[in-house]
């Protein structure tokens, strides 16, 4: 693993930036306060490549690492890190249309979807199945060549707005557990497809969340991703990816409350010199880079461990979305209390980021579900010799 980033990596990383200062960065403080979902700022993030960054270039994507997304999602984030997620989640689906879609489900759908024209969610989460996620009841049942979705989904990101639903039903019996789930693309205006009212959230403003139901609805039978059974472990594989994408949005959004932080602590002046000469604020302000590093090389450990298909890719990004979005969340709250009172006000960034980073502590599984996932492997046969 190469901890310099190659001149392609850095030639994406300045395009993000550049992206996120100019076109995200000015408005973010408007999506957060308005609830606008910045349906064009997509396309425009489409148009450069970052709606399908890991998706195969014959499906008009950009056919980069996960290394690669982690540094454009970190940088995005650094401007908006709600509509950086939502980005990160789109571009989970899109891979997962784009990998296990049927050729005619394809030609439909993956040009779209990489393009950002078309936008997508994904549907894993129900009433009764948050972090027990193999026990979903939503069913899907075989009618000639068609399925038939009956059930309901909670908390989907992006819901109401967008186009097309990734979404994980029970194709096999409650016994079976995860192994009877399937995962299907459904359609947002198919008939008997409903959603909720947009929830009113602590963060994540930039894009609706919302509770979405299923009555009868007939989808063909092409709609169906993988084959019947597989729907949990596909669930799971785009998960790994969205993983490590949420953690990277935590670790730009930290990395911008920092920068802001810096310029702060030589602006501000209180006992006559400017905060920056305090000591103990400098050492607040190297233990949050310190960490902020650390987690940045972790993230990318993980990204590292997914493109080279490693045994052991589902626990380091397990490992590295449970430490980097706690790290962000600290960092973003440490640069607050840099800020003094004025980090709580509207008028700065900081607590939009404080916000909109604490949510990622518990979606994509939550901070105590990537726990169970570590020690269960680190307790198993020869757990301390496959993670180190
Ligand atoms: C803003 C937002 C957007 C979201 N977007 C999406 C989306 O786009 N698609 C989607 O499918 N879902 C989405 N989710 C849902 C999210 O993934 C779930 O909220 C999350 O997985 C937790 O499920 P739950 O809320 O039912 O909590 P629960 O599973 O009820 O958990 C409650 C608490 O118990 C803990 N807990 C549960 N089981 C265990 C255990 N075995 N050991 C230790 N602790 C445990 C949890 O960690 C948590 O602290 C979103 C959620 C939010 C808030």
Redesign the pocket.
Known sequence: MDFNLSEEQLAFQYAARDFASGEMAPHAAQWDEDKIFPVETLRAAGALGFMGMYCDSNSGGLGLSRMDASIVLEELAAACSSTAAYIS?HNMCAWMLTKWGADSLKAEWAEPLTSGNKLA?????E?G?????GNLRTSAKRDGDSYIIDGA???????GATDLLVV?ARTGSAEQGAAGISAFAIPSNTPGVAFGKN?V?M??NSQP?RAISFDSVRIPQGYLLGEEGEGFKIAMQGLDGGRINIASCSIGAAQATINHAQAYMHERVQFGKPLAEFQALQFKLADMVTELVAARQMVRLAAFKIDSNDPEKSTYCAMAKRFATDVGFEVCNQAMQLHGGYGYLREYPIERFFRDVR?HQ????????M??ITSRRVLAEGGTDAIR
Do not use: Q
């Open positions: 989640i969610s994904y549907c894993l989460t009433p199945a948050g972090s027990d996620a989904k909670a908390f989907i990101s992006g819901a994980m929830e959230k963060g994540w969340t949510v518990i979606l994509e599984g939550t901070n105590e579900v726990r169970v």
